[in-house]
Every structure is written in structure tokens, then in C-alpha cells.
């Protein structure tokens, strides 16, 4: 049978683990706006690394997913029922930026993604490639990889406008049975963080940092404000970890008390950090953090600050995984003035396709894409927002800068 008659096998889930065949059948949802331009440039770079690592033994069968403005178009959906199911059925997926509805109905698709499959886990490895402009001195510190709670916190979407009968009934039980100093009229919206949410986000970024290398968990937390549930999360962790994992984990304390600072092999340093303390540490000593465990919002907020100085979520890659179910996602968003131009740089799909390519144990593909994309840089032939700030940088487009990443791997 040739490579281009092979039909595919599912992934399956068992047990806690993917088994992966020589040709699964992956999802993939080109997106809005840039989408297709970023997926078509991401797609190309995915199959060659995967042809040249297993020398023709192993390739994605692709399977197109509709979602977005063009599903809308289509079904009168902007995340079709069909779509959900099939992914169901896939495991895993990988997606291009999609728009969020206008004038009401779902907030947002990724979010509603994410509630649907249960997609707890945001991962954000986020570190520097050489060539890449950027506003830092020294770039090449910060190597961290962001585990943001993605079903909680402010994101869970429960709030009320100003005024509404739902607003002004939850404020006046505030009042009156709470004792809240609550202004009649207020919007109001509930920050719900649990237990389960919470340690299960922070065990899964444990088991990422023992199972990598990495050397030590920080919980980012602005629990000195908000101590029953930023707090909490941060005391959930700690208790989860001492349960679970006391033979892997030390201390902040016993890493200086005990071993000189100097984290001995096989365990991991668990500490915590205020949020906003946080974001003057990663600028001023990024080299001395790893694996970050964030709630929602602060999660949020610290990828883009991270991918910033970096060079930008134009490199930013990112994952939203569950309990047998992963989307691999660009982290930006649809660029619609840029659609169709063959323009934008596909270099976060592309990032992210390689953390797929490793989540499937296919790590050599993902080595080689991750190789062939620092190399492409280096030649100094990039996309225009690449190029404008490199010095002696030439413009090429999406499409061009993904045969040039495909070159690489030559």
C-alpha cells in the first residue's frame, strides 16, 4: 500500500495513556482569518519532518474539521455538533486562531472548547530562538513552561450585567445575608476554584517537570488578597504534592538548608510566588524559574508577557489538554485584515504542531521541526514582522517560510 492510499487508525486513551499507530488520524481546524494561510504553511512542515524522522514508516492522516466563520457559513454553527464528536473520537487535534462570535451567543469558541472536553490544563512552553527580535538583553534566560487551570476562575463565564434582574438579586443576598459592601447596580461576576480543579492542574505540572527534567514547580497566586481561593489553590497544591509525590519534592527551604541550592536528581523544588511579584522575577531572574502552575487568569496574562519578550506570540506555541483529549492551538489570534495574503508568520502553529509531534511520542519529528524552524530564522529570510525588526532580514511570505523551514531539515 502506498503512503497516500493508507486510510488511518484512531489514537486511543487507555489507562492514562495514548497509544499512537504508525497512521493516526488527527484533527485539524484550519481556523479564521489567517487560518488556512498558517495551517497550509503548519501542515507542510508537519508532514516532511514526520517523512524524513521515520523515513516514509509514519504519517498523519489528516482529517479537516469545521469550526468558526466558515462552519457558521455552512451549518448554521459556529462549533458544529459533528465537529465535537469527531474530535471525541481523534483525541487529538491541532487548530488554527478562531474568531469569537459577535452580538451574542457562545464568548468565545476556544473557551467553549475547553469546556466541553474538560481541556483543564493550558500548557505554554515558552523560550527563546536564536535570531528572533525581542526587547530583552539577555532573551535566552527564560525557558519556562506555563501550566494554566483552564475551566476556572474568572473564565467560567459566570457573571451578570449591571442592572439585570440576576445582578441585582445576587447583590442584594450579598448584602443582606453576607453582610457584602456591594453597590446596588453593580455587574457582578463569581471567581469559583476548586479542589479537584486545582490540584489536578498542579499534579499534571508535577509529572510534566519530573517526567522532563525540569527542576522545580512555582504556584503563581495573588492569594495574599484573595486567600480562599488564590490562596487556596496555592495550599491545595502543597497539600496534593506532600500526598502524592513526597518522595519527589522538596522544599524552597530544604533546597538552600539541605543541598546548597543545588536540586538533587530526581526530585523538583515546589515553591510559590504573589502574581505580580511574579512579573518583575520573570524579567529580572527568568533564569531561575521552570514550570509555572497559574489559576486562569494569571496563567493568561503570564504567557504573553513571557512570549513577549521572547519575540512575541508570532513563535508562541500552546496546548489545551484534558483526560484523554488534547487541542494543539496557535496562540494568537485571526488577523483578518492579513487573511488570504500569504503573509503572517505560521511559526506558532508550527511550534505547537511540534509539541503535538512530542505528545505523541513522535519526538524526533518534533526535534526536526523545532531544529529546521531555528535554522530558518537564522538564514534571515522571515515573515514581515520578523523581518521589519531583524537587521538585514528579508520579507518572504508564509507559504515561502515554511519551504525554507522544510529546506532546513535537508
Given at each position: 500500500?502506498?503512503?497516500?492510499?493508507?486510510?488511518?487508525?484512531?489514537?486511543?486513551?487507555?489507562?492514562?495513556?495514548y497509544e499512537v499507530p504508525d497512521h493516526p488520524l488527527?484533527?485539524?481546524?484550519?481556523?479564521?482569518?489567517?487560518?488556512?494561510?498558517?495551517?497550509?504553511?503548519?501542515?507542510?512542515?508537519?508532514?516532511?519532518?514526520?517523512?524524513?524522522?521515520?523515513?516514509?514508516?509514519?504519517?498523519?492522516?489528516?482529517?479537516?474539521?469545521?469550526?468558526?466563520?466558515?462552519?457558521?457559513?455552512?451549518?448554521?454553527?459556529?462549533?458544529?455538533?459533528?465537529?465535537?464528536?469527531?474530535?471525541?473520537?481523534?483525541?487529538?487535534?491541532?487548530?488554527?486562531?478562531?474568531?469569537?462570535?459577535?452580538?451574542?451567543?457562545?464568548?468565545?469558541?476556544?473557551?467553549?472548547?475547553?469546556?466541553?472536553?474538560?481541556?483543564?490544563?493550558?500548557?505554554?512552553?515558552?523560550?527563546?530562538?536564536?535570531?528572533?527580535?525581542?526587547?530583552?538583553?539577555?532573551?535566552?534566560?527564560?525557558?519556562?513552561?506555563?501550566?494554566?487551570?483552564?475551566?476556572?476562575?474568572?473564565?467560567?463565564?459566570?457573571?451578570?450585567?449591571?442592572?439585570?434582574?440576576?445582578?441585582?438579586?445576587?447583590?442584594?443576598?450579598?448584602?443582606?445575608?453576607?453582610?457584602?459592601?456591594?453597590?446596588?447596580?453593580?455587574?457582578?461576576?463569581?471567581?469559583?476554584?476548586?479542589?479537584?480543579?486545582?490540584?489536578?492542574?498542579?499534579?499534571?505540572?508535577?509529572?510534566?517537570?519530573?517526567?522532563?527534567?525540569?527542576?522545580?514547580?512555582?504556584?503563581?497566586?495573588?492569594?495574599?488578597?484573595?486567600?480562599?481561593?488564590?490562596?487556596?489553590?496555592?495550599?491545595?497544591?502543597?497539600?496534593?504534592?506532600?500526598?502524592?509525590?513526597?518522595?519527589?519534592?522538596?522544599?524552597?527551604?530544604?533546597?538552600?538548608?539541605?543541598?546548597?541550592?543545588?536540586?538533587?536528581?530526581?526530585?523538583?523544588?515546589?515553591?510559590?510566588?504573589?502574581?505580580?511579584?511574579?512579573?518583575?522575577?520573570?524579567?529580572?531572574?527568568?533564569?531561575?524559574?521552570?514550570?509555572?502552575?497559574?489559576?486562569?487568569?494569571?496563567?493568561?496574562?503570564?504567557?504573553?508577557?513571557?512570549?513577549?519578550?521572547?519575540?512575541?506570540?508570532?513563535?508562541a506555541p500552546g496546548a489545551n489538554v484534558g483526560n484523554?483529549?488534547?487541542?494543539?492551538?496557535?496562540?494568537?489570534?485571526?488577523?483578518?485584515?492579513?487573511?488570504?495574503?500569504?503573509?503572517?508568520?505560521?511559526?506558532?502553529?508550527?511550534?505547537?504542531?511540534?509539541?503535538?509531534?512530542?505528545?505523541?511520542?513522535?519526538?524526533?519529528?518534533?526535534?526536526?521541526?523545532?531544529?529546521?524552524?531555528?535554522?530558518?530564522?537564522?538564514?534571515?529570510?522571515?515573515?514581515?514582522?520578523?523581518?521589519?525588526?531583524?537587521?538585514?532580514?528579508?520579507?518572504?511570505?508564509?507559504?515561502?517560510?515554511?519551504?525554507?523551514?522544510?529546506?532546513?531539515?535537508?
Amino acid at each position: 500500500m502506498t503512503v497516500e492510499n493508507i486510510q488511518g487508525e484512531y489514537i486511543t486513551f487507555t489507562d492514562g495513556k495514548y497509544e499512537v499507530p504508525d497512521h493516526p488520524l488527527v484533527g485539524a481546524l484550519a481556523g479564521d482569518g489567517i487560518g488556512p494561510d498558517i495551517w497550509s504553511a503548519t501542515r507542510m512542515v508537519l508532514d516532511a519532518a514526520v517523512a524524513k524522522a521515520y523515513a516514509g514508516q509514519r504519517k498523519i492522516c489528516w482529517q479537516p474539521l469545521a469550526a468558526g466563520e466558515a462552519a457558521f457559513k455552512e451549518t448554521g454553527s459556529y462549533l458544529p455538533e459533528a465537529t465535537l464528536e469527531t474530535i471525541e473520537k481523534l483525541k487529538i487535534a491541532i487548530k488554527g486562531p478562531l474568531s469569537t462570535p459577535t452580538g451574542g451567543g457562545i464568548r468565545s469558541l476556544n473557551v467553549a472548547l475547553r469546556h466541553h472536553f474538560d481541556l483543564f490544563a493550558c500548557i505554554r512552553p515558552v523560550r527563546y530562538y536564536q535570531g528572533v527580535p525581542n526587547p530583552m538583553k539577555r532573551p535566552g534566560d527564560l525557558d519556562v513552561v506555563i501550566f494554566r487551570e483552564n475551566t476556572e476562575d474568572v473564565y467560567a463565564g459566570l457573571e451578570w450585567a449591571a442592572g439585570s434582574d440576576e445582578a441585582e438579586e445576587l447583590g442584594a443576598y450579598l448584602r443582606d445575608k453576607l453582610q457584602a459592601k456591594v453597590r446596588p447596580g453593580s455587574a457582578l461576576g463569581i471567581k469559583p476554584m476548586s479542589p479537584e480543579g486545582s490540584k489536578r492542574l498542579i499534579r499534571s505540572a508535577i509529572q510534566y517537570a519530573l517526567d522532563n527534567g525540569r527542576k522545580m514547580v512555582t504556584m503563581v497566586h495573588k492569594g495574599n488578597i484573595m486567600k480562599f481561593t488564590e490562596g487556596a489553590f496555592c495550599q491545595w497544591g502543597y497539600d496534593m504534592a506532600k500526598a502524592e509525590f513526597s518522595n519527589q519534592i522538596i522544599s524552597e527551604a530544604d533546597l538552600w538548608d539541605k543541598y546548597q541550592g543545588e536540586c538533587p536528581a530526581g526530585k523538583i523544588v515546589l515553591n510559590d510566588r504573589i502574581a505580580d511579584a511574579m512579573f518583575q522575577q520573570l524579567l529580572l531572574r527568568p533564569s531561575e524559574y521552570d514550570v509555572l502552575a497559574t489559576p486562569n487568569l494569571n496563567g493568561d496574562y503570564l504567557s504573553d508577557a513571557c512570549a513577549a519578550q521572547v519575540g512575541g506570540l508570532g513563535i508562541a506555541p500552546g496546548a489545551n489538554v484534558g483526560n484523554g483529549i488534547a487541542i494543539f492551538e496557535a496562540t494568537h489570534g485571526t488577523a483578518p485584515k492579513y487573511a488570504g495574503l500569504d503573509k503572517v508568520n505560521p511559526g506558532s502553529l508550527i511550534l505547537s504542531g511540534k509539541m503535538m509531534l512530542d505528545f505523541m511520542g513522535w519526538n524526533e519529528a518534533g526535534t526536526l521541526v523545532e531544529k529546521a524552524l531555528q535554522a530558518a530564522i537564522l538564514g534571515r529570510k522571515v515573515t514581515y514582522d520578523l523581518a521589519r525588526q531583524m537587521e538585514g532580514g528579508e520579507e518572504v511570505s508564509c507559504s515561502s517560510f515554511g519551504k525554507l523551514i522544510v529546506a532546513a531539515m535537508e
